[in-house]
């Protein structure tokens, strides 16, 4: 595995570690990992960083959705020029072309299930290339980002056998 690679695989586990926690996990001094990770910042292989968030545990609470979108496509509009038009919307906060039954999965946030479906009623149904949208509230997250989320209890029930 190559410096850049190391370094980016132990941001993903954890974008809070500092120069000195990269420099010593891969064995670079700190300046060789401040380089790195500036040069992976100005190409652009680096996008942010974020906070993995369990929405369940903050008040009030966000809705979140998963929609399937199918588009056709005519000569002038490709699936990039749709992309880039969805992706402006502020409650759009993922967009993947994908394969399989639809062509876009797409994660919404909303304050409540009426904000989410009146945005996905007003702002992408409208959108003449999508032809149909489906969506599917989130009613609870398990694991996002890596991240597995629980309260750490294993589950107290009682086995009951026929």
Known sequence: MSDREEILAL???NA???TEDLARQTGLDA???EAVVEELESEGVIKGY???VDWDKVEPERVRAAVELNVTLDRETGYDDI???LAKFPEVQGLRLVSGDFDFAMEVEGDSMSEVSRFISEKVAP???ITQT???Y???SYKERGVEFGDGHDDDRLSISP
């Open 11 to 13: 941001l993903r586990e």
């Open 16 to 18: 809070r570690y500092s």
């Open 31 to 33: 300046a060789d990992v």
């Open 50 to 52: 974020q906070a993995v």
């Open 83 to 85: 992309a880039e038009r």
């Open 127 to 129: 959108v003449p290339e």
């Open 134 to 136: 489906v969506t599917h």
């Open 138 to 140: 989130i009613m609870e």
